[in-house]
């Protein structure tokens, strides 16, 4: 049977700037896979957030209706109610404009505003959930209480029709369980992973003026404290003693790239680190591509999309055991896996693996084993999100 056409809000709290900060851009986001995904099966789709510097060439975009709010207020007391508020008057003036939707769904902290109008109009809504960081606080209250946990913490306990959780390792399964969200409304998904295309490596280094015998270690992430860039950065004085034929490029934007660069300009690195900034999805993958090392040692977990996207490209993995990035690489098998309170030994474990070509492919091909197993490509896990949607709205319209 047809399904019917259906009318979707998506709702994220982030302006279009920060998508383009982040490694991968509008495009190459999860979000933009779903929202495509939808378009492609013949829903109209309806992408709202705050607004920000960055011109929208296009209201719609690759057919789908962008929609950008007053910005929230940057005093941290004040962000909250003020996103709500201009969200839910300009999302008031959308459903005005194109009628009422389906369903709403709504990312992060997005998932009390898309509740709201959920009731307001009867309809279903959907919480999404990138990855959390409420795990080593729920035992200790007083961490608690920062803005930023207590607005996670909203978004667990806001109800909804279904709530989806990536699967990243921060163990955001767990979180819903002790906060009590009903274990049916839980779909705990992994990204998908998207396979480089073939292209000329050689030519591509030549490009970048970094000569075929040098070996590439690689760091792709958002540029934050916690995504842990700098102990990389910090380690580098010791690998290029060791191996001076390595250089590290840094894929990624945001608020420490400033400090990092800094760091980097005080051991004295910038002949060994690259800070590209943001760089388009299809090349991050030709970077990877030509990686011989992926480096991340991020305090929640490392089990990212990039870590994915390296492992499903060959490349060699050595990253630290936090979160649940121990169930996914395998010491010595997969990658080389570091214990997180104690990185005395990464410096090492990179040299080991520039100078060792035999563990640089043991590894890289147990990496890539894993991943053929494991991992689902963005159709089939874009397809599964949007099963659930239409079954949702299936279900309301009986």
Not at 196 to 208: E, G
Not at 234 to 251: D, G, Q, S, T, W
Not at 271 to 290: A, P, T
């Amino acid at each position: 049977m047809q399904k019917r056409k259906l009318r979707i809000f998506v709702i994220v709290p982030w302006p279009l700037s920060l998508y383009i900060e982040k490694q991968k851009g509008l495009v190459g986001s999860s979000e933009y896979n779903l929202l495509s995904g939808l378009v492609n099966k013949g829903h109209e789709v309806h992408f709202i957030m705050p607004d920000s510097d960055k011109t929208i060439d296009s209201k719609k975009f690759n057919g789908i209706h962008i929609h950008e709010f007053r910005r929230p207020s940057s005093v941290p007391i004040l962000s909250f109610f003020s996103f709500i508020f201009f969200g839910l008057l300009d999302a008031l003036k959308i459903v005005k404009e194109y009628s009422k939707p389906d369903v709403f769904y709504g990312a992060n902290i997005a998932a009390i505003l898309s509740y709201i109008l959920g009731k307001i109009h009867r309809k279903p809504n959907i919480t999404r959930v990138f990855g959390t960081m409420l795990v080593p606080y729920l035992s200790h209250p007083l961490g608690m209480l920062r803005r930023e946990r207590v607005e996670e913490f909203l978004v667990f306990k806001t109800p909804c029709n279904y709530m989806i959780i990536t699967d990243d390792g921060t163990k955001g399964n767990e979180v819903a369980k002790m906060l009590k969200v009903q274990e049916y409304k839980v779909k705990f998904w992994r990204n998908g992973v998207d396979l480089a295309q073939p292209f000329d490596k050689r030519k591509f280094k030549r490009t970048l003026n970094i000569s075929v015998d040098t070996k590439i270690i690689i760091v792709v992430c958002r540029l934050e404290r916690w995504k842990g860039v700098y102990r990389i950065i910090e380690a580098m004085p010791n690998i290029v003693a060791r191996y001076e034929k390595a250089i590290l490029l840094i894929i990624g934007d945001g608020e420490e790239r400033a400090s990092l660069e800094e760091l980097s300009s005080k051991l004295v690195m910038g002949k060994f680190i690259r800070f590209l900034g943001s760089v388009q999805h299809n090349d991050v993958l030709k970077y990877l591509s030509i990686a011989d090392v992926f480096a991340s040692l991020q305090d929640y977990s490392n089990i990212s999309l990039s870590l994915m996207e390296a492992m499903m490209n060959g490349v060699p993995i050595v990253v630290s055991d936090s979160g649940t990035t121990g169930g996914v690489i395998k010491n010595g098998e997969n990658g080389l896996l570091l214990p997180h309170d104690d990185l005395k030994g990464f410096p090492s474990a990179i040299i080991n693996l520039l100078e060792n070509k035999r563990l640089r492919a043991k590894v890289a091909d147990g990496a890539k084993d894993y991943a053929i197993k494991h991992f689902m490509t963005w159709d089939k896990r874009i397809g599964m999100e949007i099963d659930l949607i239409e079954s949702l709205c299936e279900e309301v319209d009986e």
